[in-house]
């Protein structure tokens, strides 16, 4: 009975913090891209950056809008790697002339 009692405990934890990370809070952006730009020269840009600095962001891409959330997971919530990643979203975005 005690580790029945134990795994109980375990898959409690495993909830609360699935939940945690359902409710912390994250960074969210929606890029329009320039219709004739390419969203995937732009998501290699980023997901260079991402590698580097072992950070991903949650994305996705239909047509020309990228969507992403930033969050760390671990925290979970903000961090400073996620405003350094939304920085260096907002560069490549910015210098590549790539917004609308
Ligand atoms: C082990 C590895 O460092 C972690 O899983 C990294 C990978 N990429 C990540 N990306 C993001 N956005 N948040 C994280 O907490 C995170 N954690």
């Not at 409690?12 to 390419?38: G, I, P, T, V, Y």
């Amino acid at each position: 009975m005690a580790l029945r009692r134990t795994l109980v405990a375990a898959g409690a934890r495993a909830m609360s913090q699935k939940e945690a990370q359902r409710q912390c809070a994250k960074l969210s952006q929606k890029w329009r891209l320039l219709a004739e730009a390419e969203p995937q020269g732009f998501m290699s840009r980023v997901a260079l950056c991402a590698e580097k600095a072992d950070h991903h962001p949650n994305w996705s891409n239909v047509y020309s809008t990228v969507d992403v959330t930033l969050w760390t997971h671990d925290a979970p919530g903000l961090t400073e790697k996620d405003f350094a990643l939304a920085a260096q979203m907002d560069a490549i975005a910015e210098t590549s002339g790539l917004i609308e």
